[in-house]
């Protein structure tokens, strides 16, 4: 039961995760390549104290979730609530070190200019945003497939059939000692 609860955690996480990022690459940042630079920059550095709290949250639980899912499971489901952590940590690397930093630019041109080179630098936060982008989504479908597969093996889960179960209990059942 505590793996099917980890299991939901992560997915919603994940999942929420991915649906902010992913709204942000297909209608935030189109609007900002649409309006003028200084209303980007303005709305940009706002948007950012807000996103500071929730998405990094939403990052760690994600990444937390998965990453313990990985150690109670085993097989299959182990390498994929894994490889799930994993690309989860990988968005919270490409933000921090990638998107924050040039945020942090932003803000600054916000309350000055933007300098010559900031196309560039711009192109480089979206380029930034869309890795982030591409990593939470493919753990979202992982832990999707995970899902879709059935309870996931917990490291002493008893047998579903009624022969299983009879041999479960006589193996508990029979001890062993020196």
């Known amino acids: 039961?505590?793996?099917r609860l980890l299991q939901a955690l992560a997915l919603l996480a994940t999942g929420l995760l991915a649906g902010a990022f992913g709204y942000g690459a297909a209608n935030l940042v189109p609007?900002?390549?649409a309006v003028p630079l200084d209303m980007r920059l303005s709305f940009h550095a706002e948007l950012m104290k807000?996103?500071?709290?929730?998405m990094q949250a939403a990052m760690a639980v994600s990444t937390l979730s998965s990453l313990t899912l990985a150690t109670l499971?085993?097989?299959r489901a182990r390498l994929i609530a894994g490889a799930a952590g994993l690309l989860t940590l990988a968005s919270f690397l490409i933000t921090r070190l990638g998107n924050v930093p040039i945020n942090g630019r932003i803000k600054e041109w916000a309350l000055t200019s933007a300098p010559a080179d900031h196309a560039e630098?711009?192109?480089r936060w979206e380029l930034f945003n869309n890795l982030r982008t591409l990593t939470a989504l493919t753990a979202?479908?992982?832990l999707i497939t995970l899902a879709l597969q059935g309870p996931p093996t917990g490291r002493k889960q008893p047998p579903r059939t009624a022969r299983g179960r009879a041999?479960?209990?006589a193996r508990r059942s029979v001890r062993i000692t020196p």
């Open 1 to 3: 039961m505590r793996i």
């Open 31 to 33: 609007t900002f390549n």
């Open 50 to 54: 807000m996103n500071g709290i929730t």
């Open 73 to 75: 499971t085993r097989g």
């Open 121 to 123: 630098i711009l192109r």
């Open 140 to 142: 979202f479908a992982l």
């Open 167 to 169: 041999w479960w209990g």
